[in-house]
């Protein structure tokens, strides 16, 4: 990493620039510039024309020689200022990352310092000091400086960045997390895309520090910036590793699945079979049997697979003694509730006729007795495969409680492109 940035070497050199095109070591200033009113003596004006001239042609070695005169015969402010001022500009032609360090610090506490460019030295020297501390591993003593300069103004894009690695260096990861949360939105401001390893670096301490709401709305932002399969499936399975051993986590463990194939995300062998086996103990076996038939198809499942295939007997069997799902269905109208109804929703959607499972949702919740939030969970996805995306949106946003960060998840894949 770079201490400063092109812009701010630029801003240095500009801020710089107005003094080197008035006459050297003027006695009274540029009023257009601004450029103060400098007091020399003649035996510091010789070196610094000679080191004023080596810079103008990039003559660095002649610099070095004649600035390091100046210094040495540097004795009121005014000659400290200029001096300070061509070592800025010679270590910013050399690159010299501690030579800039020391100049700047020297021109923010001199007082011939014009004040508007006070803050922009000092700030810029913060800036430095800090992202020098993070690279010496000294995150603790990094903060306050990095936190110094952008009170004085530092517009480094990278200052955020820094300060959240700094928190998360020091254990808070609340304030880790609002850093880069500022540089997403700074670099998006600028009409930049944040890297995704941003979005990253917070999923990884959203998630360790269990707050499934905040993390399920950054998956949301970072699938909806970086919507590719391996981006998805990264995102489900963060999702599934960080659900709490509650009564809902089959629920949560199928669905997760249902979200992989619907964005066509299922990767390997290992998801089809965990699918089709957590949809048969679901007591769906026509999800199982479907998604084992389009896991053989793509190649994904062999054919001859002895764990797979005793999933799909099972399943297949289970098709078998079930029957029509039509006679349940009509069962489910005289209902005194809609459990039934729901339950026959379920099974219309593992079977694939969402048309039907709409239609039992709907009944479900019309009779009560039934968690909504899960019914409408189900009943967006239903709808989604049906390609009634406003309704589906409508119904993952009546979603509430538990199943509230999963319905997030099925809504983010409405406003992403669909993948191949």
Do not use: H
Not at 147 to 163: Q, W
């Amino acid at each position: 990493m770079t201490f400063v940035s092109k812009l701010a070497l630029a801003t240095a050199l500009t801020l710089g620039a107005s003094m080197s095109a008035a006459p050297a070591f003027a006695q009274k200033a540029d009023k257009a510039a601004a450029v103060p009113e400098l007091k020399v003596s003649d035996e510091f004006r010789k070196p610094a024309a000679a080191a004023d001239a080596a810079l103008k042609a990039k003559d660095l070695a002649t610099a070095e020689t004649q600035i390091a005169a100046t210094e040495a015969l540097a004795k009121n402010d005014d000659e400290k200022y200029y001096a300070a001022y061509m070592r800025l500009l010679l270590e910013l032609e050399r690159k010299n990352q501690a030579g800039q360090m020391k100049a700047l610090g020297l021109l923010a506490s001199n007082p011939k310092t014009p004040a508007d460019r006070v803050r922009v030295y000092g700030a810029l020297y913060e800036y430095m000091v800090g992202a020098e501390l993070i690279n010496q591993k000294k995150p603790a003593e990094a903060i306050p400086a990095l936190i110094k300069a952008r009170e004085l103004g530092s517009t480094e894009p990278d200052l955020p960045v820094l300060l959240a690695n700094a928190y998360a260096a020091t254990g808070k990861n609340a304030e880790s997390i609002a850093e880069v949360n500022r540089a997403i939105e700074g670099s998006k401001a600028a009409g930049r895309k944040p890297p995704a390893d941003w979005y990253k670096f917070v999923i990884s301490r959203v998630n360790a520090g269990g707050d499934r709401a905040a993390m399920a709305d950054w998956l949301k932002r970072f699938i909806t910036e970086y919507p590719t399969a391996q981006n998805w499936r990264w995102a489900i399975q963060i999702f599934r590793q960080g659900a709490p051993a509650a009564a809902n986590s089959k629920t949560d463990r199928l669905n997760l699945y249902r979200l992989q194939r619907a964005t066509n995300v299922l990767a390997d062998r290992g998801d089809y079979a965990d699918y089709a086996y957590s949809a048969q103990q679901s007591g769906l076996p026509w999800e199982a049997v479907a998604v084992i038939d389009e896991g053989r198809k793509s190649g994904k499942v062999p054919a001859g697979d002895a764990d797979v295939q005793r999933t799909y007997a099972a399943a297949q069997t289970a098709v078998k003694s079930e029957g029509s799902l039509e006679g349940v269905a009509k069962q489910s109208a005289t209902a005194k509730d809609g459990r039934t109804a729901q339950q026959t929703g379920d099974a219309f959607l593992a079977s694939g006729n969402y048309a039907r499972a709409v239609e039992l949702y709907d009944l479900s919740l019309q009779k009560g007795s039934v968690d909504a939030d899960e019914v409408n969970l189900n009943r967006g996805v239903a709808l989604r495969a049906l390609g009634r995306k406003d309704e589906a949106r409508t119904a993952f946003q009546a979603v509430k409680g538990a199943y509230a960060n999963m319905a997030l998840l099925w809504q983010t894949s409405l406003d992403v492109p669909p993948l191949a």
